[in-house]
């Protein structure tokens, strides 16, 4: 799978913005299912939003309402607006994108990247 990297992480404050960007060298998959992770310090690695080719989206609740998973332009290929951040949004986040067979995200074939760090200070 094509290498994705992130970026747009950094160090906001309670409340602020960011938005995280997902670039990939090309992207040729028809049927796909693309999103965002995240992972804290001795916490497991969580869903955060994602979409997929037939244009339905999901949400992890604690996303639900702040942040928003998009398609990106060209090499580009995924966005993550963060809004309202909170402390508990401290994490290192990850795009990933996968090919789609039978309705099912096929993760063991997924390409990841090397994460983008977001740190929420009170």
């Known amino acids: 799978q094509v290498p994705l990297a992130e970026s747009g992480g950094g160090s906001v404050q309670s409340g602020g913005s960011l938005t995280l960007s997902c670039t990939a060298s090309e992207f040729t998959l028809s049927d796909y299912c693309m999103g965002w992770f995240r992972q804290a310090p001795g916490m497991e690695r969580e869903g955060v939003a994602s979409l997929d080719s037939t244009g339905e989206f999901w949400y992890a609740d604690f996303a639900k309402g702040r942040f928003n998973v998009s398609k990106g332009n060209g090499k580009d290929l995924l966005r993550l607006q963060m809004d309202n951040l909170e402390i508990e949004d401290t994490a290192m986040y990850y795009c990933?994108?996968?090919?789609?067979?039978?309705?099912?995200?096929?993760?063991?074939?997924?390409?990841w990247g090397q994460g983008t760090q977001v740190t929420v200070s009170p």
């Open positions: 990933t994108a996968m090919p789609r067979f039978g309705g099912e995200c096929q993760f063991a074939s997924g390409s």
